[in-house]
């Protein structure tokens, strides 16, 4: 396995038993959706949204394809899209570059682009702020997975969406420029690599 040795041990650390008996229940449906590509032999696209596509949505999808990779779970897609397209906020592009990953940026401006690379040998996840339609993401055949409560409620229809998956996780923003930021968006990235570690975990090849 060619992933980096920093993010490896960090993935080494993370707790599964943390997560609730009601919170696993929640993250079956992705698990049987996943299970069911696998079994049928065919590829796996799962699209993370949120309203921004700033923060939550790209932690789920960067730890979706990070852990799809650490269980050696194959054709595993991830991408992310909003409501609306705004920036990937830095303080997420940080907080994966202290967790291991290495952070490239690919272009600068207002909506930057960012290769994030978990393993050497390994495309890095693009991401930049984009709506869930953009035609860099999947047009039919994938999940779609609302990782934020505003998204789960006002897209009740994806369109091209196979399979509608509510995963929603409290945003840091709320923690913006204040002393706790950076531990903040660190809970909330560990509590989404926990999750996508359990998800992946239970899948069989």
């Given at each position: 396995m060619s992933q980096y040795?920093?993010?490896?041990?960090?993935?080494?650390?993370?707790?599964?038993?943390?997560i609730s008996k009601e919170r696993k229940e929640t993250l079956s449906s992705l698990v049987e959706y996943i299970q069911g590509?696998?079994?049928?032999?065919?590829s796996i696209q799962l699209n993370f949204i949120c309203t921004h596509n700033s923060r939550r949505s790209h932690l789920s999808q960067i730890w979706a394809q990070t852990m799809a990779h650490h269980f050696g779970i194959e054709h595993v897609s991830c991408y992310s899209g909003g409501t609306e397209a705004t920036a990937l906020f830095p303080m997420v592009a940080s907080t994966l570059a202290n967790t291991g990953f290495e952070v490239l940026t690919l272009s600068e401006?207002?909506?930057?682009?960012?290769?994030i690379k978990f393993a050497e040998n390994e495309h890095p996840v693009i991401c930049f702020s984009k709506r869930m339609d953009d035609d860099f993401n999947p047009k039919s055949d994938f999940a779609a997975i609302m990782t934020c409560s505003q998204a789960d409620e006002g897209c009740p229809f994806v369109p091209g969406a196979e399979k509608w998956i509510p995963i929603t996780y409290e945003d840091p923003k709320a923690f913006d420029n204040t002393p706790q930021q950076a531990e903040k968006y660190s809970e909330r990235s560990t509590q989404i690599a926990t999750e996508m570690f359990y998800v992946f975990s239970q899948i069989q090849n």
């Open positions: 040795k920093v993010l490896n041990d960090f993935i080494s650390t993370l707790e599964t038993a943390s590509k696998v079994d049928d032999r065919e401006g207002k909506n930057p682009v960012y290769g």
